[in-house]
């Protein structure tokens, strides 16, 4: 996977926790769809590493079967990074576009 | 519930991704294998009668273990990713306060073994101690995250069932005796109790026992779950050096 990939695959799994509590098949459901993510396994790892980076937190929450499971949820520093990439996402996207226009013409 | 090659196969699986891990620090690997456990096992549990096509289809949805370890370990110099950024003080990163190992322990002593102990000091004055322990237990048990709601509501009641039933039944008087004796003609003396009131001996130790039962069931689960947890939060946090 290449950085650019990971990058924004992180701070996809950062926007889907944002509005409330989710656990981790629910989040790998969503991401999964050939595109961000080619497998619903590659999620595991982003998430063990965004736990360590201290931008989310998860605790362990009652399932109605089966054993419990772990909910992922934004922290301070999450939303942060978040808020920081969604600024910049925009105009950096458009400007790559405006590149690759420019390349192609 | 699985059957013993559906296991098998799962456990085959997650072997395989531990080892395809290979590159990233133990504890990191041990908590990536146990993220993809728990995905099975949720995925797995969403279905009915489980079948081996269900396995391998989850199994197959999760990807190749080496495409996930790839881009776990891939250069991991540069990338633009919000998590590398942020954990550059990884190494002194330690478990928060509320999730390490004495934390089980802890509640077990306040809710469980407090109460019981602290009522049989209770004429040197341990009672006074009883709020505070107690309020202890419950802060602790119901800010850490390592237990689930529904633990923390039986934490919370039935821990501290045990001893605070045997302070009832110690200080509170929930029946009387009334004893009565005398001399009969013959010489022989004799004597004879009633018991008044709705909190018979009998009555008492059959709760007791019960709740009793219940407090250790509780502290037995609770006190097994929260050092799981720590131990795995612990691995997820350790240095790996």
Same mark, same amino acid.
């Given at each position: 996977?290449?950085?650019?990939?990971?990058?924004?695959?992180?701070?996809? +799994?950062?926007?889907?926790?944002? *509005?409330?509590?989710?656990?981790?098949? *629910?989040?790998?459901?969503?991401?999964?769809?050939?595109?961000?993510?080619?497998?619903?396994?590659?999620?595991?790892?982003?998430?063990?590493?965004?736990?360590?980076?201290?931008?989310?937190?998860?605790?362990?929450?009652?399932?109605?079967?089966?054993?419990?499971?772990?909910?992922?949820?934004?922290?301070?520093?999450?939303?942060?990074?978040?808020? #920081?990439?969604?600024?910049? /996402?925009?105009?950096?996207?458009?400007?790559?576009?405006?590149?690759?226009?420019?390349?192609?013409? | 519930?699985?059957?013993?090659?559906?296991?098998?196969?799962?456990?085959?699986?997650?072997?395989?991704?531990?080892?395809?891990?290979?590159?990233?620090?133990?504890?990191?690997?041990?908590?990536?294998?146990?993220?993809?456990?728990?995905?099975?096992?949720?995925?797995?549990?969403?279905?009915?009668?489980?079948?081996?096509?269900?396995?391998?289809?989850?199994?197959?949805?999760?990807?190749?273990?080496? #495409?996930?370890?790839?881009?776990? #370990?891939?250069?991991?110099?540069?990338?633009?990713?919000? &998590?590398?950024?942020?954990?550059?003080? *990884?190494?002194?990163?330690?478990?928060?306060?509320?999730?390490?190992? /004495?934390?089980?322990?802890?509640?077990?002593?306040?809710?469980? +073994?407090?109460?019981?102990?602290?009522?049989?000091?209770? #004429? +040197?004055?341990?009672?006074?101690?009883?709020?505070?322990?107690?309020?202890?237990?419950?802060?602790?048990?119901?800010?850490?995250?390592?237990?689930?709601?529904?633990?923390?509501?039986?934490?919370?009641?039935?821990?501290?069932?045990?001893?605070?039933?045997?302070?009832?039944?110690?200080?509170?008087?929930?029946?009387?005796?009334?004893?009565?004796?005398?001399?009969?003609?013959?010489?022989?003396?004799?004597?004879?109790?009633?018991? *008044?009131? /709705?909190?018979?001996?009998?009555?008492? /130790? +059959?709760?007791?026992?019960?709740?009793?039962?219940?407090?250790?069931?509780?502290?037995?689960?609770?006190?097994?779950?929260?050092?799981?947890?720590?131990?795995?939060? &612990?691995?997820?946090?350790?240095?790996?050096?």
């Amino acid at each position: 996977m290449t950085n650019l990939r990971r990058g924004a695959l992180e701070y996809c +799994i950062l926007a889907l926790v944002r *509005d409330g509590e989710r656990y981790g098949l *629910d989040i790998a459901r969503e991401l999964t769809d050939g595109v961000l993510m080619a497998g619903e396994g590659t999620l595991y790892p982003l998430l063990s590493r965004l736990r360590k980076g201290g931008l989310v937190a998860s605790s362990w929450q009652e399932s109605e079967s089966g054993p419990p499971r772990r909910y992922y949820r934004l922290t301070p520093d999450g939303r942060a990074a978040l808020d #920081t990439f969604e600024k910049t /996402w925009q105009p950096f996207r458009d400007a790559v576009d405006r590149v690759l226009a420019a390349g192609r013409a | 519930m699985l059957t013993a090659t559906q296991h098998q196969r799962i456990d085959r699986y997650l072997a395989e991704l531990d080892g395809a891990l290979g590159g990233l620090p133990e504890t990191e690997r041990a908590d990536v294998v146990a993220g993809v456990r728990e995905h099975i096992e949720a995925a797995l549990t969403d279905r009915g009668g489980i079948t081996d096509d269900d396995v391998d289809e989850v199994l197959r949805a999760l990807g190749d273990p080496l #495409t996930i370890a790839a881009g776990a #370990t891939g250069d991991d110099g540069g990338s633009p990713g919000p &998590a590398t950024v942020a954990s550059e003080d *990884d190494r002194v990163r330690t478990v928060p306060m509320l999730q390490r190992d /004495w934390v089980p322990g802890f509640v077990m002593v306040g809710l469980l +073994i407090g109460p019981l102990v602290l009522t049989l000091l209770a #004429t +040197i004055g341990g009672i006074f101690l009883l709020p505070f322990v107690m309020l202890g237990g419950w802060a602790v048990l119901w800010i850490s995250p390592l237990w689930t709601p529904l633990e923390k509501l039986a934490g919370t009641f039935l821990l501290p069932g045990v001893g605070i039933l045997l302070f009832v039944g110690l200080f509170t008087t929930g029946s009387t005796e009334v004893c009565g004796g005398g001399m009969r003609e013959d010489g022989s003396t004799y004597q004879t109790c009633t018991t *008044d009131g /709705w909190l018979t001996p009998m009555v008492f /130790w +059959i709760t007791f026992v019960a709740v009793a039962a219940l407090s250790i069931g509780t502290a037995y689960v609770l006190y097994r779950n929260g050092r799981r947890r720590t131990a795995a939060l &612990a691995q997820s946090f350790s240095t790996g050096a």
